[in-house]
């Protein structure tokens, strides 16, 4: 786990006030910071093919951008952070759902 945070991953890690998403930009797979106090809310589904089970990179709707994850398809739930003042919100999966989602509930962003 990275210094200084809560939770980290291959794919996200997230410390008191902010989410780092790695992989998000195509094609550079730069990361991206989100500022907890940016998002409205999360929502967390189960993982099918009709809310982004195969899309491992990008979009499919310009409305959900998903940051890079190779091993979406085998996971069991995605989170959807929907972000305030902005148009597009991002869809992701983590390598520890459970101990996410406890996480995020904690910080009383899921709906």
């Known amino acids: 786990m ?3 945070f809560t939770y980290s991953d291959s794919l996200i890690s997230i410390s008191d006030d902010t989410i780092i998403f790695n992989d998000y930009y ?3 797979m730069k990361e991206k910071t989100v500022r907890l106090a940016d998002i409205e ?5 189960p993982l099918t093919i009709w809310n982004g089970k195969w899309r491992l990179h990008g979009t499919g ?3 959900i951008w998903y940051p890079r994850d190779n091993g ?3 996971r ?5 952070a929907k972000l305030k003042n ?10 520890r759902a459970d101990q996410v989602e406890k996480i995020f509930a904690g910080k ?3 709906k």
């Open 76 to 80: 069991d739930r995605v989170f959807f």
């Open 72 to 74: 979406r398809p085998k």
């Open 86 to 95: 902005q148009w597009i919100n991002i869809g992701f999966t983590v390598e």
């Open 108 to 110: 009383n962003l899921l």
């Open 2 to 4: 990275k210094t200084g």
């Open 26 to 28: 195509f094609p550079t």
């Open 41 to 45: 809310k999360i929502v967390v589904r």
């Open 61 to 63: 709707n310009f409305k």
